[in-house]
């Protein structure tokens, strides 16, 4: 599942990447820890030869708890994807040696989702070949990017382009922000630190405030438009090729989900294997938790995603090589197509990944409240991503746009893309293909109700809109009022997307892999199908892709699916192959021995280095002695 770290002894074989001392660090602890292991990385991928690879991976393994990560996540994937290749020759091999840090700043304090309403300016000013950047109101300062408020030295702000009096929206400028000499602000920039966050602390978020700074004009990054020194504005490309940063952090935020899942399921299977409580018959032996089908039901959907999300990052990283060669060849035409994937994708990823998560943490008993159970942390780290790259509602809407332009073009008899080939199937000609035992334990059966349900969906709305046009509602009255529809049809196509991804990822490996781990993976797959429809039911139901009849036997297959899972569950959570240390839980260690591993920790919690807590002294012994408490 996880391409295993061969570096991993060298890694954690450092106190440096001992996760256990996080505990108890202050904020400029964290972020200090952080910077230091991102430099450490760097010296260990010298030291070893490791590649780029390895270095992702070895970041991964840390759970990206380490400094800089938007300068390597965004600000040079920018450069490379936004830089004219003169650009890229001056600024990739500073920022790749570390000698400038950089972030990419976009959102505002007034605006995050809304880029056309971006406030930040950057004016030409042809007398001096340079452009001008201003915040120019309190809404405008640019507030929340990654390593913003004590880190960057750079920053690839996003600015709306003033010539003259004409804008020509927003477009993507090199700023220097702070001295590469004593790191001090540089005339007109004020930066600093948004403040404590829910998780990711180690992160300085910041806030950026320009007063008039001046950049030269090639610090424009011009790949896709460019302004002349005499102030013509020229594009080549579409401009929405700005936004290719974006496409490509929405994809590894797929992957990311899928690190945060596999961690959750191992924790709490790994738990729920040893922990035993209760029984079922009256005098008899405690039982394990796992055994219990509400805790399977808890928690197998998590173990599920996992292997669901690994496969669809698997597909969706092989379907954005293919555009993103093209789009750096100047080939616009899959643009449209993997933005609208990867909206959808990294929503519905994201969405699922928070929901499973809590589920784990809830299945962990009092247990999951400890932070050393880290799968608390491991939710609060992943619930940004329901917003990071942006707004979950949002990236459905722009699935839901592309899906729209998609079944407009198969109802035309036009070319479809491949990800929404099913739409040109005539929307009449499915039929309930489940019927009792065969149909409800084979996924492709499965496949067919989804595809139906998703085709279904969208042809609703698509209806639905079509008539609030014609019955006069204007276009934008229209798309409000079918906001909720809209994000239901992006749903539902993704939802096919990972069960599709699910099952010919299977069918691919049956050929090669043993038929052990084949009907394993098989019954995986078919419970992630099964449990897809029962916890979507009226949505499959109201697609009449499923009666109530089918529904009744595919909850029935569900639940023996649970039972079917049960032996091999703690086998299908080791198999990614996760380092103690990169899960970091006592609960899920691999030796199973959570109780001992709890009270490692409480034994290392700041609070008992000492028997007596210093507020016996100042409040507690006056009060147990019965003493008259001094004023207070
Ligand atoms: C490792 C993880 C670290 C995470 C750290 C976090 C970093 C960040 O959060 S960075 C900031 C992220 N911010 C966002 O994601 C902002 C979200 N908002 C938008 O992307 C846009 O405002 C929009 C897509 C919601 C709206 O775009 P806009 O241009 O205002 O208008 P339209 O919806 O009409 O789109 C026009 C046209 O452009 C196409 N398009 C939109 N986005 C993209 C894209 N990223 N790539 C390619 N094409 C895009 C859209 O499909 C429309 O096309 P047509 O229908 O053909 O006109
Ligand atoms: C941890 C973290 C790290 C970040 N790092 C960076 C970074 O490095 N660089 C950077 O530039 N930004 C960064 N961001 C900012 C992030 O990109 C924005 O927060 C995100 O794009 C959402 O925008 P917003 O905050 O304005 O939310 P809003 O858009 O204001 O969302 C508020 C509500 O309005 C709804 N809404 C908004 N627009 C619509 C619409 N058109 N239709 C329907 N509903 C709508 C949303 O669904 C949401 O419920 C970061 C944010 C976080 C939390």
């Not at 998703?454 to 906001?483: M, P, T």
């Not at 781990?517 to 892709?545: D, K, P």
Request: with cysteine; hydrophobic share 40%; charged share 20%.
């Amino acid at each position: 599942m996880q391409k295993t770290f061969k570096n991993e002894k060298i890694l954690f074989a450092e106190p440096l990447f001992q996760c256990d001392g996080l505990a108890g660090f202050t904020r400029s602890e964290l972020y200090e820890n952080a910077i230091h292991r991102t430099l450490r990385i760097n010296q260990l991928k010298k030291e070893h030869n490791w590649t780029q690879e390895d270095f992702d991976i070895a970041i991964r393994c840390l759970n990206y708890e380490v400094g800089f990560v938007i300068h390597l996540s965004m600000f040079i994937p920018a450069i490379e994807r936004l830089a004219t290749d003169d650009q890229k020759a001056k600024w990739l091999p500073l920022a790749e040696s570390y000698r400038i840090l950089g972030t990419y700043a976009q959102t505002e304090l007034g605006h995050g989702t809304n880029l056309m309403a971006l406030e930040t300016t950057a004016t030409f000013d042809p007398r001096t070949d340079e452009f001008v950047l201003r915040t120019p109101q309190l809404s405008s300062m640019k507030w929340w990017p990654g390593s913003l408020g004590k880190t960057a030295t750079h920053a690839i702000v996003l600015a709306q382009l003033i010539i003259g009096n004409k804008n020509y929206g927003m477009n993507p400028f090199m700023v220097q922000l702070r001295s590469l000499e004593d790191h001090m602000p540089l005339p007109g920039i004020i930066v600093g630190d948004i403040g404590a966050k829910l998780g990711a602390n180690s992160n300085d978020n910041g806030f950026l405030i320009l007063n008039d700074v001046r950049i030269p004009r090639e610090n424009m990054l011009a790949r896709n438009s460019k302004v002349t020194k005499d102030g013509r504005y020229i594009q080549t490309s579409t401009n929405k090729a700005n936004y290719a940063t974006m496409v490509l952090v929405r994809l590894s935020i797929i992957r990311w989900a899928e690190d945060t899942i596999k961690n959750g399921s191992l924790i709490a299977i790994r738990y729920s294997a040893v922990r035993r409580q209760s029984s079922l018959q009256a005098g008899g032996p405690e039982m394990q938790v796992l055994d219990y089908q509400t805790q399977q039901y808890k928690i197998f959907p998590s173990l599920a995603a996992s292997y669901a999300l690994f496969f669809t990052y698997e597909a969706m990283m092989k379907e954005y090589e293919i555009a993103y060669a093209q789009i750096m060849r100047g080939n616009n035409q899959l643009l449209g197509q993997i933005h609208g994937q990867l909206s959808g994708l990294k929503a519905f990823a994201s969405d699922l990944v928070t929901y499973e998560l809590e589920m784990c943490r809830r299945s962990c008993g009092g247990h999951g409240y400890l932070k050393a159970s880290v799968v608390g942390e491991t939710l609060l780290h992943t619930l940004p991503l329901v917003t990071v790259e942006g707004d979950n509602t949002v990236m459905y809407l722009q699935c839901a746009r592309y899906l729209l332009k998609q079944i407009a073009k198969a109802l035309a008899g036009q070319d479809v893309d491949e990800p929404t080939s099913y739409l040109k199937k005539d929307i009449l000609s499915y039929t309930c293909p489940v019927q009792k035992g065969e149909h409800c334990t084979n996924p492709n059966y499965l496949l067919k109700i989804y595809t139906q349900r998703a085709h279904s969906a969208i042809a609703s709305v698509a209806r639905q809109l079509q008539f609030d046009l014609e019955s006069g509602k204007d276009q934008s009255s229209a798309f409000n009022n079918n906001l909720v529809s809209l994000v239901q049809a992006a749903k539902a196509h993704c939802q096919l997307c990972l069960m599709k991804n699910f099952v010919e990822s299977v069918s691919a490996l049956e050929r090669t892999c043993s038929e052990n781990l084949a009907s394993v993976l098989r019954q995986l797959c078919l419970y992630f199908g099964l449990h897809g429809i029962v916890t979507a039911s009226g949505e499959f139901l109201e697609s009449e892709a499923i009666g109530l009849q089918q529904l009744e036997w595919i909850k029935a297959e569900e639940l023996k699916s649970l039972a079917a899972i049960r032996p091999n569950a703690v086998a299908l959570v080791d198999a990614f192959d996760l380092h103690d240390q990169t899960v970091m839980s006592a609960l899920g260690r691999y030796d199973g021995n959570a109780y001992q591993h709890l009270f490692e920790a409480a034994k290392r919690e700041p609070m008992n280095q000492t028997q007596v807590p210093p507020a016996y002294y100042k409040y507690l012994r006056d009060l147990i002695k019965g003493q008259p408490l001094a004023k207070l």
